[in-house]
Structure formats: C-alpha cells, structure tokens
C-alpha cells in the first residue's frame, strides 16, 4: 500500500549538501528495495511513534473520572506538533476490528511530560466512547491527527464566561487546567493567569454526572474561578433568561458555550438580543429535516449507491464499503469533508442546500450532508 | 428458470433439485454468510494484522539473510524463508485483502483499494480480471478465461485446435513464470493482439502500467537486493529468482486445484442468462474444488484451499471459510450435490490429467467422456465425469 509519508526526518538547513544527497540517494534505495510497499511499511513494525511515521500515540493510562466517564492519557507520535487548550484532537481506534474516528477535545495545557489526554464520557449507543470508558486497554496503539478547533481563550485576557452543558465541559477543562495547573499541594494561581476573570455556568442532569466537578469546585474554593452548578433534578432545565441573575456581571463578559444545539440556539438568540459576543462549540447533530435522497457515486472508488436523505452521506456510504475520512461525526471538526463535484446535499442540521455544478469542487461535510439528490464526489 | 434447470440426463448433478430447492439453498447461504457477517470483529482483525506481521519480519529476516547468501547456510535458509514469506503476501494476504475480505476494518493500510502485492500483475489489473470475471463468470465457457488461462483447453466443451497439443508444456511454463502469465491475462495480451486493439490508448495506458511494475519488481529482487549483498550479489540474485520460481509453482499449482480437477462442472454461456441468486450460488457450489490438508497448508493457499467457501463468498474474511466449510458441506449433503475435495497431491495430479487428456480432441482416447453426447442445442451444461 502506497503511502508517501517520507521515513527520514529531512535534513536540516545546516547540513552539509554531500549529507542531504546521501540521504536522498539511501531513501531512494530503501524504497527501491521494498516495493510494491514503502520502506515505513517496515519501519512501522519496529517503532510506530517515530518521527516520519503517520501519526499515531500509545494509549499511557486510562483514570475513571466518574461511573461513565474516563479520562485517557496518550503518548503521542515523534511529529506531534503541540495543542492550545480548547482545541480538540481526532483519534483514530480500532473498536471490534473497525477503525473508528472521533473528536475529542484535549483537557489540559501542553504537559511537561510531552503526553496528551481527552476525557470521554460513555453516552448511550456510543460505540467509541463506550469503548474507550469500559473496554480500552492500556498499551493499545491509536492513530491520531494534528491538533484543531478554534474554541481556545485569547491571549491576552479578559473577562470571561463559560457556559456548559454535560460533555461540553471538556474543552472548557482543557483551557482551566492550563491557566490553573491543580498540584498535590492545591490549584496554582500563575502570573500568566491574573488577567483571565472566568466565571463557569456548569449545566448536568444530575450532581454525580457533572463529571470534572471536583476540579471545578477546587478552583472555586481557591477563589480561581466563579462556578455556578445547575442540576436539571434540583434546580430544573436551565433558562437563558435567569443567566443574568446567576451572572450578575454578564454584560461585561464574553461568553464561550459548548454544549448541545437547543441550548447553543437558545444562547445565540439571548446574546444577540442583549448584543453580547457569543463564542460557541455545538458536540451534537440535531436532524431537521430530511429530504428525498438519491443517487452518490464516488469518483476514485467507483462505488455508486442509493443514498436515503435522512441519514448523513458519510454512514451510508461507510456501510457500502467506501473507505470514507471521518471525524467527529457531529459537524465539527471538519475531518470528513470531500469536494462536491455534481448534485445536491441538504446539511441535517439547518436543512440549508448546497448545490454543486460540473466543474465544481464544493467541500462538503459528509457527516451531516444528506443526498437531496444525485450526487457525484471526488473521493 | 434456466436451461441448466431443464436438464434431466444422468450427468446434469442438479436435475434432482426443483426451483424452489435452488432458492431454499441461496437463502440458507444467505444465512451461512451474514452470520459471519455479525460474529466478525477484533479476533479476525488481530488475525490479518498477525499474518501481515510475520510475514513482514520473515521477509525482512530472511532478505537481511541472504546478504551473506555466499554461504550455503545462509542461501537455503534465506531462500526457503523468502518463498514462504512470497507465498504468504501473494495469497493469505494479497489475493485477499484485494478481494475486500478485510475492507470492513477501515483501516487505509489494509484495503482493496489501496493495496498492492508482490506481483507482475498491477493491483488494479488484477481485481477487474479477478473479482470482476472470473469471480462473476465462474466457469462459464467462453466467459471465463480462468479456464485454461486462453492457453489451454480445460473442458470438453473448448473447441480443439492443434495448438493445444503442446498444452501440458505451455501449462509447465505457465506455472513456472506463473505471475508474468498472471500479467498478460489481466491484460487480455492474447485478445487484444488477436482483434488488434494493441494501439488503443487503453491497452497502452494499461501495458505501460504493468511493464512499470514489472520493472520496479525486477529491479527489487533482480538489481538492489543483490547489488546490497556486496559479494553474494550472485547468490542473492539466484536466492530471489528461486524463491519467485517457488512461489510460483506452488500459486499455480493451488489455483489449478480450484476449478480444473475432475469432477468440477462448467456452464454454457446462455445457462446463465437471466440467473437468480441461488443458481448463482449453485454454480460457484459445482465449478468449484477443495483442497484437505494441515492448517498450515492451509494459510499457504490463502484458504483458497476453501475454494468452494471462497467461491460462495468471496470477500469473508480468509479465516472464516474453515469454520464455516462443515455447515458447507452439510447443506452439498442434504441436496444432494458433490462437495468436490481432495489432497493436494490428489487434486494437482487430477488437473494435470485434464490438462495432459484435452491436449488431444475429445475423442481420441479410448476414454469415453460423454457416452450420450446431447444434441448441441440442449445441452446446456456438461459434467466432466470422472
């Protein structure tokens, strides 16, 4: 199988030309020499995480954090090139011998150590995050990609507020950690942190779902943050309206939400009333409508199916067979996009239409575009 | 209903079944099939993963071997190692992952779209001329060119011409340079010659791609391996060259096992016009032959030694066809139908029988093959009886 990941580091500036030629004449050899595969097929074999290889990580320990959640720390690939809090990471994971792709969001600052983690929740039905909760093992060897998303704090400071509803706590964690490392001794208070103001609007159905809520209460008692907790058991369904009663200074914020869409939807329509700034991070699809369907056929592949319109492109086509990118699964992270050559896609979220003519390369995302007719894709 | 089903002369193996029988078998495959389909998962994923493992470290090893290949030792064992390690990726991997067997994983690395093997043959070639014909077209006279490769006349039902005398030699040379043969097939070298389509942009587009892959392939085992090897750049070259002629003789020699051994049916072309599902299925049951053995002999043919299992299903997982083979034969059993099995020693020398017998016209030897030939209209199907 031809992969063109290159298996040397390429030479520095600094280096001799007579080296960079030995170089390039030895790669050349080692790939003479291991066709019809490619000299990392072998290396591969040897040391998965090198520099060069397709990026990969070991999965290092795997914490429970509550009954259904874990959090699960990775040793990442030689060529893992860093991360900013807030942004999320895709990680590729065998589950009963399928590759399965997902977006997680990274729950703490760069480490010293050089590992990344994500926490996971186990939601019902979840075949990878079940997995990574219950059944993952330590040692299991994940591929990954760079670091995304552009969900991360501004540098320089301000005012904030967080507002999350159960798993959208994650990326919100990752940034908190960063600003407030919690030692064994209790939460530092860095110089870098004083100009960061943050209050979190926590949301979960019940207290003992509310995973990380030790870490927040910990910041809370040290007086690095305001952490407002809702319960939907005690203190019933969060309305967008009495945020400026728990908030007293809300106007003077800027709002970070992630969380499910009716709750992102119901905050964009309060903020923009209100003419706040409104940053947000939706982890979930919420079908509205579904259309007739029709006929997608892949370019490279050759494969050609009859896609219904209400379930995204990117499952019916996984199910006849077409090797298809994914990521998240949930519109987000932009992992599963492919262009568009001809046809029609309705996006199950908002219902909008996006038409493609020959000649055109419209990127679409698989995972929440439906056929709205016969579509060709170059993939 | 087709022809195949209207036959009722003793050598017609199906005339016994009706319609609905023929469905009842295509549902109880169905059956057979989609619970693999739902049992397979991590064990069979750690399977292929395993067999590509060792078979990478053996090649490695064996080829980090043969860099002293100027020492006798060194020589057989590397060389022995190689052939083995050659054999592996051609059939227990190669033929199978092209097949889509492993397709569900969705891992990019080992899938049929981007999977390419140690072969003349360039990947793409080789999964229409394979997956495409000769899996859809199984032994059905003048569709599938597997039988006898266009080289030869494997059934009494192929015309003779006298150029088919010399076919036991054209067979032996056949197996000797087995993949280049495999090349030229996937090309349809000797069709597109003989309708001189041999300037088309299509055949030169595909000729350049397969002379490319010869080229890199011969430049691995025939230039870089021996230049590597300093002073046993001869021996390592001669290493390599065996250990290609070994893998070879043995691909084709399991090949053959799978449709030319006596007792396997072929079809005529209009039996298949209008085919359901379940007379697809009892086709591939009778154009189709096993080999019994030892679980390694097994992995060695890439469970193709499950030819009629494989036939049935051609993208199941390699690993699956022994479990299911006894559920197989049971239904070949309760229909009344032959589950055509054998040794390997058995079934090559059954083949080479029928190669070495229809090298001459049909009746020529004493040997009497149809006593009560049916008028050539109706003879929809021909069993070559034993």
Known sequence: MATTTAFVRLTSPGTPRWMTSLKDGARKVAELAATPLVPSDYLDIIDPLRRGADLRGRIESIHAETADAATIVIRPGADWAGHVPGQYVRIGIDVDGVRQWRAYSLTHGPRADGRISVTVKAVPEGKVSNHLVHDARVGTLVHLEQAAGEFVLPPEGGKFLFVTAGSGITPVIGMLRNLFPVTDSGAVALPRSAAYDITVVHVAPTEPDSIFLANLRELDRAGLITLVARYDDTHGVLDVADLVDLVPDLDARVTLACGPAGLLDALGAHHAERGLELLTEQFRVATLVTGEGGTVSFDKSGIALEATGDRPILDQAEDAGVLMPSGCRMGVCFGCVLPLREGVVRDLRSGDITTAVEGDGVNIQTCISAAAGPCRIDH | ?386
């Open chain 2, 1 to 386: 209903m087709t022809v195949l089903q209207k036959k009722t002369t003793a050598e017609n193996p199906i005339a016994h079944l009706t319609p609905e029988d023929i469905e009842q078998i295509g549902r109880e495959l169905d059956a057979i099939r989609a619970e693999v389909v739902a049992a397979r998962g991590e064990s069979d994923a750690a399977y292929i993963r395993k067999v590509i493992d060792v078979q990478r470290k053996l090649e490695l090893g064996s080829r980090a071997v043969l860099l002293f290949s100027l020492f006798p030792p060194a020589w057989i064992a590397g060389t022995a190692g190689l052939t083995v390690a050659k054999i592996l990726e051609n059939m227990e991997i190669g033929h199978n992952v092209m097949h889509g067997q492993w397709d569900w994983m969705r891992d990019p690395k080992i899938h049929s779209t981007t999977w390419e093997w140690d072969n003349a043959s360039p990947a793409e070639q080789w999964k229409h001329s394979h997956n495409e014909l000769h899996h859809t077209y199984t032994n059905v006279v003048g569709k599938d060119n597997d039988l006898g490769y266009g080289i030869m006349r494997v059934d009494e039902d192929q015309k003779w011409v006298p150029f088919y005398v010399a076919q036991p030699l054209w067979n032996f040379i056949n197996a000797c340079f087995f993949e280049y043969g495999i090349a030229a097939y996937d090309l349809e070298l000797g069709k597109n010659i003989k309708r001189k389509r041999t300037k088309t942009p299509e055949f030169k587009a595909k000729l350049s791609q397969t002379l490319r892959k010869i080229r890199k392939q011969a430049t691995k085992d025939y230039v870089v391996h021996p230049l590597l090897s300093g002073p046993s750049a001869l021996n390592t070259l001669a290493a390599n060259f065996v250990a290609n002629l070994g893998r070879n003789l043995w691909t084709h020699s399991v090949i053959m096992c799978g449709h030319f051994p006596e007792g396997v049916s072929t079809f005529e072309k209009k039996s298949i016009e209008g085919e359901t599902k379940g007379e697809w299925y009892v086709r591939q049951m009778l154009g189709s032959a096993n080999i019994t053995g030892s679980r390694a002999m097994h992995i060695a043919t890439g469970n193709l030694s499950y030819q009629i299992e494989h036939h049935l299903f051609p993208d199941l997982p390699s690993n699956r066809y022994q479990e299911i083979a006894p559920k197989v034969e049971a239904l070949f059993e309760r229909y009344g139908l032959t589950y055509t099995t054998g040794s390997l020693p058995k079934q090559v020398a059954s083949a080479w029988h029928k190669v070495i017998r229809l090298s001459l016209p049909n009746d020529f030897l004493s040997r009497k093959v149809n006593p009560t030939p049916l008028p050539a209209r109706e003879r929809s199907e021909t069993t070559v009886a034993a």
